[in-house]
Nanobody, 123 residues
Framework: VQLQASGGGLVQAGGSLRLSCAAS????????MGWFRRPPGKERDFVAA????????CYTDSVPGRFTISRDNANNTVYLQINSLKPEDTAVYYC?????????????????WGQGTKVTVSS
């Protein structure tokens, strides 16, 4: 699975962004999808995941209510809506895919990674 993330940029604190990730394969609908992020100088962290059927979602505890993951299987795309952006949301955001939903949500690991899209939030 090849993943292409987009939608990052420079945003003022309090603003919103929607990140997109387009997947290459027509079997996209059978993959569980997720997002990770790496803040400057820090380790990569899990953000959110969504099951292939769109029936389950999970989020890291550090982003309650501000982040929403969704998917459009007809267009092979997964989204991450980020509202009320804070400077600490500044990071490179990575789209991931895996056939094991619980591996994504519990182990916070994934088999397939896209290139990142950079989000910078100014105060």
């Amino acid at each position: 699975v090849q993943l292409q993330a987009s939608g990052g940029g420079l945003v003022q604190a309090g603003g919103s962004l929607r990140l997109s990730c387009a997947a290459s394969r027509q079997t996209f609908s059978r993959y569980n999808m997720g997002w990770f992020r790496r803040p400057p100088g820090k380790e990569r962290d899990f953000v959110a995941a969504i099951a292939w059927s769109d029936s389950n979602k999970c989020y890291t505890d550090s982003v309650p209510g501000r982040f929403t993951i969704s998917r459009d299987n007809a267009n092979n795309t997964v989204y991450l809506q980020i509202n009320s952006l804070k400077p600490e949301d500044t990071a490179v955001y990575y789209c991931v895919a895996d056939q094991d939903y619980f591996k994504l949500c519990t182990s916070r690991r994934a088999d397939y990674w896209g290139q990142g899209t950079k989000v910078t939030v100014s105060s």
